[in-house]
């Protein structure tokens, strides 16, 4: 049975148990040689290529941002509205902390790039109020002892709280917690802001942008992606990149293999405004996880046996029953809060919980980024940059760099490889 079983750290994805002080030391490499790659300007290094993004949610529209700003001409398809999905029925989390470590150095250069992304130009309302994970009993709390040792490695910053320091700095938690590691750069932002803000800018830049406007397939000449077919007819490319969220499975045949993400409800409830709650960080533990708003309300969000596979998008009172309860026995100071509202969104799942993230293996041209299992907001600057990376090893025949290839190597879409044949115009 896995730690995320045995124990109710909600964002506890990392088994410190299973962790090796080797794969926590090559976090921290990983994630500098990552920063000094990131730091390379891009302007121009795409200029004349048309590339087609599918999908509007924040994977798509992150990626056509960075190709944008890369010089390619882009143009995106959207079935329903932009952000309408996941992306924009989030809790906004920007998190490295809890992450599996494999996934830190990712985690962190996306951090950084939300960062520098609400410096030049995109509002996304980002801050890093930190993330304390909240252990209710001596079991827990050795889990997180264990974490800090391999986070620090990863060279993470995070500070462990007492007990009483938990009490003062996280007003109203459970005076009978056995202590909080504390992430202290983990971050936030504001969905529909950031998709708002992301869409203004790719207008400004002439990128194309067809909503309610769902591509239907794949058009391939000669082995090579060659463009899309929608209702508006046939659009021509030189590189097609499927960002289709839960729906990527619909395009295995084209891509040659098994697209295997599943949809998954997932639930989120908001309080009214409760005064006194200005430095609150992101909260987790006791299987619920919780932010502020910056109007003061707290959001309270986590999943469960009863969340079905399936694009149900409708608020059930078992969860939000199951909620309300585990958030009050976390922080019995916020119990009784008036709930003023609920929703639910599709949240993407792969078989190995990591994403989807490189060439289709039957077609050149053809890219896939998708299936960030419940962790797409805050991956997609970094998904977003890279996908510049990708497209260029493919198109220049320029290898992806060491770096990039040290942290996204593991996600090649083709790792289900149930072939199933290929697709024609
Ligand atoms: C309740 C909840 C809380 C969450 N909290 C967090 C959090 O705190 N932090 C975090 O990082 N992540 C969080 N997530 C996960 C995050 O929202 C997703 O990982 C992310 O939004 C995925 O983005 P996406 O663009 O890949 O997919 P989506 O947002 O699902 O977008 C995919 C888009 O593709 C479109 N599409 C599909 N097929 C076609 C087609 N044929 N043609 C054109 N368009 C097509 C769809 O209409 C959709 O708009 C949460 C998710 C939920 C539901």
Not at 45 to 71: D, H, K
Not at 383 to 392: E, H, P, S, W
Not at 412 to 423: A, C, H, I, L
Request: overall charge negative; proline content about 5%.
């Amino acid at each position: 049975m896995s730690v995320v079983l045995e124990n109710r750290l909600t964002m506890l994805s990392m088994d410190p148990l299973a962790t090796t002080e080797e794969e926590s030391a090559r976090a921290a490499s990983d994630y500098a040689n990552l920063t000094a790659h990131l730091a390379a300007d891009t302007a121009g290094t795409m200029a004349g290529q048309r590339v087609v993004v599918v999908g509007g949610g924040v994977i798509g529209l992150m990626t056509a941002l960075y190709l944008t700003r890369a010089g390619a001409q882009v143009e995106l398809f959207e079935a329903q509205s932009l952000g309408a999905a996941a992306s924009g029925r989030n809790a906004g989390g920007i998190y490295a902390f809890g992450r599996a470590i494999d996934e830190v150095a990712l985690a962190r250069a996306s951090m950084d790039l939300w960062e520098d992304l609400s410096t030049r130009g995109i509002d996304s309302h980002f801050q890093r109020p930190g993330h304390a994970m909240i252990a209710l009993n001596d079991h827990e709390r050795s889990l997180l002892d264990l974490a800090e040792r391999h986070y620090a490695l990863a060279g993470l910053p995070t500070r462990m709280l007492s007990p009483e320091e938990a009490v003062a700095m996280l007003p109203g938690v459970n005076p009978d917690n056995a202590g909080a590691l504390m992430g202290t750069t983990d971050g936030q932002g504001y969905p529909f802001t950031a998709v708002t803000s992301i869409i203004a800018e790719l207008r400004a830049a002439d990128a194309i942008i067809h909503d309610h406007c769902p591509v239907q397939s794949v058009i391939e000449r000669g082995g090579h992606a060659r463009g899309v077919r929608s209702e508006r007819g046939v659009t021509e490319a030189d590189h097609v990149i499927l960002c289709a969220g839960p729906w990527l499975a619909g395009f295995s045949e084209s891509a040659g293999c098994n697209l295997a993400v599943r949809p998954r409800r997932s639930q989120l409830m908001v309080t009214e405004r409760i005064a006194g709650l200005e430095n609150f960080p992101f909260v987790s533990g006791n299987r619920v996880y919780a932010r502020r708003t910056h109007a003061g309300n707290i959001m309270v969000g986590g999943g469960g046996p009863w969340e079905q596979d399936g694009y149900n998008v409708t608020s059930s009172y078992e969860a939000l029953s199951f909620l309300g309860k585990h958030m009050s026995e976390l922080f019995p100071g916020l119990a009784g809060a008036p709930i003023i509202r609920a929703f639910a969104g599709t949240v993407e799942l792969t078989a190995d919980h990591l994403p989807l993230f490189g060439p289709a293996p039957a077609m050149a041209g053809l890219w896939i980024s998708a299936g960030y299992n419940g962790h797409g907001f805050g991956l997609c600057a970094a998904m977003g940059r890279l996908t510049v990376d990708l497209i260029r090893s493919g198109s220049d025949s320029v290898p992806l760099p060491a770096a990039v290839n040290a942290v996204v190597g593991e996600f090649g879409p083709d790792r289900f490889n149930v072939k199933q044949g290929n697709s024609h115009e």
